[in-house]
């Protein structure tokens, strides 16, 4: 653990922060479910949907292929990138309705992107999904929801008391309503409809002139109104721009339709793509471009239940994998899961006169990252209490010679990941996912068939300490995740389960004073019956 944190240290210190004359723009955007393997550039024979944009990025700039997000489910992947601390040190979110109703994830006093880039005089923007929770005024004072929600007025609490000067986002993803915008903190439209989309058919409150097929292009034209009114200014800006796709409902538009060989959910991908080269072009519009930082991401691995079909389908994915396209890439599993195919994504950055065109960097990243690199490009020194599990991967952007980020806590919706060097361990059998569309061998049926070969039910967390409870894969001679080395490497696992539990008791991965987790935290996550006898 002394050797781990001496090497943080280091990293940490490695990155000089850069002057203000040198500060560039900074946009970030952040698709949907789009998966590792969606993008010719990462997917390559395995990838049968053009993606002219993302490559070109990739190409102009750098391309990593070992990025990976905290989580493989959105809204606690979008928190560990806001916030640059892991989503599971948070407690219980603020109450709210379903869906795009859902309460405040973290309170409006946490430490932000935003808040970080306006502290270094950067103006900032948000466009997009936002799925962080919102407080919206009701009409009885009760929690919002579909029922009592009044539109006519504005939210209470949204993007603009996160650190985001101006705003244009949608509350939730694109099948979860409301569908409507809100623009600062007043709802765009007559919200007196009722809609719903392919996919999960999720009918409720909607503006009357919202259209699925038109919400990509929409936030292309904010985020193209955000850039040319700050391109005028003499600071700096900060724009995030959350897409809301690929994600469900497969929704592209008109011009997109038909487009792929894979159907559907390749026209979205396309459509996706093309929002790359559409924000580029409103950079180089506004005479930006050449002073402008841009990255590209996902938030976490592929649905399965995405393909061909509009309708959320079990698997449908695999009809596309037997026509050559394959979503996840060369990993193993999807979205929700432990395995790389939920958490390592797709991420390329483009920064001209200081990337270096054409790199491939294989080092290993997490999105959490993003808060420290920013703070390194806005020349923002962070509280220690600030971002404390990101750490800054600035120097790769600058051509340095870094130590390498070695560990990186993530979770499947059903189970704990610790990455570290080579190593990859998973606190529980099975993929680590569950509900209607698990990636097998779901995470229930595991631990019934591990409780038997174990003999009984454990008495306690310690007795789940033992090879039949977790998983070991070599990521550097296995990448596949086919081989489980619990049992005959079981060493590497105890030590892994020591310096995972520090870092989750520490309250911080980052060196400096210990802090508070705002809840108590186990690292094992079983089920309910694991414990019955």
Request: net charge positive; proline share 7%; with cysteine.
């Amino acid at each position: 653990m002394k050797k781990m944190l001496l090497r943080l240290v280091i990293l940490l210190s490695s990155s000089v922060l850069l002057s203000a004359a040198e500060r560039p723009n900074v946009v970030f955007i952040l698709a949907d479910d789009l998966g590792y393997g969606d993008i010719k550039a990462f997917g390559g024979e395995k990838s049968k949907v053009p993606t002219p944009h993302f490559d070109r990025l990739c190409k102009e700039g750098m391309k990593f292929t070992n990025a990976h997000v905290t989580d493989s489910v959105c809204v606690p992947s979008r928190t560990s990138i806001m916030t640059g601390r892991y989503a599971f040190r948070f407690g219980k979110g603020e109450q709210g309705g379903p869906w795009g109703f859902i309460g405040l994830r973290f309170p409006t006093s946490q430490h932000t992107v935003g808040k970080m880039f306006r502290k270094g005089g950067y103006s900032t923007g948000y466009v997009g999904k936002w799925h962080l929770g919102t407080r919206m005024t009701t009409k009885d004072g009760k929690v919002q929801g579909p029922e009592n929600t009044d539109f006519t007025k504005p939210i209470q609490i949204g993007p603009t008391d996160y650190g985001f000067d101006h705003c244009f986002f949608l509350p939730g993803s694109l099948d979860m309503f409301p569908y409507a915008y809100v623009r600062g903190k007043k709802w765009q439209g007559q919200i007196t409809a009722q809609k719903g989309w392919s996919a999960f058919n999720r009918v409720g409150p909607a503006a009357e002139d919202f259209l699925d097929t038109e919400v990509l292009s929409t936030f292309c034209d904010e985020a193209g109104k955000f850039i040319k009114g700050e391109a005028k200014k003499k600071k700096p800006f900060f724009l995030f721009v959350g897409l809301t796709a690929p994600h469900t409902p497969s929704s592209p538009e008109p011009g997109f339709e038909g487009k792929s060989p894979v159907g559907v959910y390749g026209d979205f991908v396309m459509n996706t793509d093309a929002c790359i080269g559409r924000i580029r072009e409103h950079l180089r519009k506004a005479g930006v471009d050449q002073n402008t930082l841009i990255m590209v991401s996902s938030d976490h691995g592929p649905g399965h239940y995405s393909g061909p079909e509009k309708m959320a389908i079990a698997n449908q994915m695999k009809v596309m994998e037997k026509q050559g396209h394959f979503s996840r890439g060369p990993w193993r599993g999807y979205k929700f899961s432990g395995y790389e195919g939920g958490l390592r994504v797709p991420f390329a950055a483009l920064w001209p006169g200081v990337i270096r065109p054409g790199t491939e960097n294989d080092a290993f990243v997490g999105l959490v990252d993003l808060m420290a690199t920013w703070a390194g490009v806005a020349n923002v020194k962070l509280d220690p209490s600030h971002a404390p599990d990101s750490l800054s991967f600035l120097p790769y952007l600058e051509n340095k010679e870094p130590l390498v980020r070695n560990h990186l806590l993530a979770r499947g919706t059903r189970a704990d990941v610790y990455y570290e060097d080579k190593w990859k361990l998973i606190l529980g059998p099975g993929s680590g996912s569950s509900g209607p569309f698990f990636t097998e061998p779901k995470s229930e049926d595991a631990w019934k068939e591990a409780l038997i070969e174990f003999g009984r039910n454990p008495k306690n967390h310690q007795e789940l300490e033992n090879h039949l409870f977790v998983q070991l894969y070599d990521l550097q001679s296995d990448p596949g995740e086919t081989k489980n080395l619990a049992k005959t490497h079981f060493g590497q696992v105890k030590k892994m389960i020591k310096a995972y539990s520090k870092i989750v008791e520490n309250g911080r991965t980052t060196p400096g004073p210990k802090l508070s987790n705002d809840r108590p935290l186990k690292i094992f996550r079983p089920p309910g019956f694991v414990w019955k006898k």
